[in-house]
């Protein structure tokens, strides 16, 4: 166990964390704001996986490397418009019925995993990082790849740019509106339903938007969401349902626990030491690391 | 109009009635279990059509002691207690003569006690871990000795003396591993790490800072699935490839090697019985007549050689039996030997073959080029002798 080993657990720490940061982000939105259990969720990481391989087919030939520009845009605006439809078809009949909701989402995961399947083949697409992403950074002994860093840093973009959505824009505030007290938001002229359903649409499209970065690193095939959706439900639990800034926290502190616990023991027994600390930790605090007072928490 | 529909009746039982005579003199039945669907298909739908693909060569030859084969495909549908429904209901319902199906070791141990308990014959064609010899079943895939431990002969051979093992967490690179470790105590070379990955995993991140702190000479992966994408991907991320530090896998055939990306997997190595690649003849007859009915550009691995060479080798078991009983079929199927794609194999007395094995380089399309083959064939040995002493075949 030498400093070099150390420091490039460090740098797993944060490379995990900002993995799990945009698994979660966008379901940060849907179950932390909404209270829905989307089941579907890592389906939308899926779809923007698969958008970011057409970007690369369509644009890569015109654009050069430069595709990976384009694939942002498309994997933003295709998982938001999915998202939006299936708002509108589904979620929207069942608000307040949880059970029924983790039920028809399931099913919609299946339904996407299937279509997936139809369209492009059960083996996944071949999706290559732009030769630009291809290099390292060494920092003393410790190799820093490129496209590590291009994950970290849109981690960071994406969540300064939710923060300030949610905190600074006039759809923000009335976002933090309705999910104090939905009633007495209406009731001021909010438009509720609107509302929701570009709160689900923003957090289907963010997944998507995450979707490219994972698509760098890990395959794109029709199972890969079900490799995250795990991982983002513990970040926002552990975070405090409702808190985007305890979901940031929690992500970079399971990344670090988990980048330690792979280092110090084995990579097959980190996931079950990280499964126990959180169990532990939620009977210490149930309500997450920076919890939130709502009222509509309070009913749920 | 009543004596219209009493003719059509009776003319449509009359046909039925010779249809069905015929069936029993002219045919016989055979099960193909493999998963159609689940997380499996991928791979073994393709093995499937090569079982299909010997069956319908053989009945455009005249069949099998004149009969025609006639094939009763099932679903395992990648769940392994439905392996066992299926087998069942092959053997106890449609009366099947022998069975070719299965890909985990999971799916064949849930069907193992189904053809033990029904005197059935199963033939399975995937490499596997050994420490397993039922006279119900034909392994036909190789034995650890036919693959990993080929393999670390060879990287041995090349001075690779420090080795890193990864796998999936599961019982075959488990199992594997655990002979490997046997092994590389004996050769008194160095085992530099070893680490699991929960099936499907995609975070390297970890095992790769492990792999760069050991320094090993090679890395031999059991990596199954998807995460084999993830590897190689974070791998190259990290300033890896294969000149630097080589990997030789054991779940990676040209079929794999195509859905990875050849970018990605330029150069490394794989370890088998089979490539696509062998020269032989009967290996381009085989090739080609896949071909012509998947598409030209289906890629064939080691698995579908040997389901598709196992059709054949059942048919010449029958026909020295001259019987079709499941039992005097596995006591007549010792000692045949063929020139299959495979090059010559010949069956040995515990029921696996005997088979050479060759190492190839990744290259261009997902093909492999053999660099290294064993000397001659190689004898199956199902228990390891390090690893499991004492315990050989009933």
Known sequence: ???????????????????????????????????????????????????????????????????????????????????????????????????????????????????????????????????????????????????????????????????????RSRFGMHVRAVNQNREMAAALGVNTRSLDML?????????????????????????????????????????????????????????????????????????????????????????????????ALEEA | MSKLRSVCTTTLSLVLAAASTASAQGTVKVGVLHSLTGTMAISEITVANAAQLAIDEINAAGGVMGRKIVVVKEDGASDWPTFATKAEKLLTQDKVATVFGGWTSASRKSMLPVFEKNGGLLFYPVQFEGNECSPNIIYTGAQPNQQALPALEWALGKGYKKIFLLGSDYVYPRTANLILKKHIAAKKATLSGEEYVALGGTEFSSVINKIKAAKPDVIINTLNGDSNVSFFKQYQAAGYKASTLPVISFSIAEQEAQAIGTGLLNGQYATWNYFQSLPNP?????????????????????????????????????????????????????????????????????????????????????????????????????????????????
């Open chain 1, 199 to 295: 709160v689900f649409a923003l957090g289907a499209g963010i997944a998507g938007v995450a979707g490219v970065g994972l698509a760098l690193i890990a395959p794109v095939n029709p199972t890969v969401g079900a490799a995250y959706i795990v991982n983002a439900f513990l970040v926002v639990v552990v975070g405090g349902v409702g808190s985007v800034l305890g979901g940031a926290v929690a992500a970079v502190l399971l990344g670090f626990v988990t980048a330690l616990a792979e280092g110090f023991t084995s990579v097959s027994l980190a996931q079950a030491i990280l499964l126990v600390l959180v169990v532990a930790f939620l009977q210490w605090k149930p309500r997450g690391l920076i919890p939130t007072k709502s009222r």
């Open chain 1, 1 to 167: 166990m030498d400093f070099t080993f150390i420091s490039g657990q460090l740098f797993t720490g944060l490379s995990v964390a900002s993995i799990l940061l945009l698994a979660a982000l966008g379901l940060a939105l849907s179950f932390g704001l909404m209270r829905v259990i989307n089941m579907a969720h890592g389906e939308f990481l899926m779809v923007g996986g698969y958008l970011t391989y057409l970007a690369a087919q369509w644009a890569g030939p015109t654009l050069g490397d430069a595709w990976l520009w384009a694939a942002f845009p498309l994997a933003f605006l295709g998982a938001a418009l999915l998202g939006a439809v299936m708002e509108f078809t589904v979620i929207r009949r069942l608000y307040g019925r949880p059970l029924d909701t983790l039920l028809a989402t399931f099913g919609i995961s299946l339904i996407l995993q299937q279509a997936a399947r139809q369209l492009f083949g059960s083996t996944g697409v071949p999706v290559t990082a732009p030769a630009w992403l291809g290099g390292a950074w060494q920092l003393g002994d410790v190799t820093l790849p490129f496209v590590r860093l291009f994950v970290i840093v849109l981690a960071a973009v994406v969540l300064a740019g939710m923060w300030w959505l949610l905190n």
């Open chain 2, 282 to 394: 009967a290996n381009r007859k085989f090739v080609a007549a896949y071909q012509k009915k998947y598409g030209k550009d289906a890629a064939i691995t080691d698995p579908m050689a040997h389901a598709y060479m196992d059709v054949y080798l059942w048919k010449a078991a029958v026909e020295k039996a001259k019987s079709f009983d499941p039992m005097a079929v596995r006591k007549a199927i010792v000692g045949i030997s063929m020139d299959s794609p495979l090059g010559k194999i010949t069956v040995a007395p515990n029921g696996s073959l005997t088979q050479a094995v060759y190492t190839g380089i990744s290259g261009a399309g997902g093909q492999f080029r053999v660099v290294a083959q064993s000397k001659g064939v190689v004898k199956p040995e199902p228990y390891d002798k390090l690893a499991f002493p004492g315990k050989t075949c009933p």
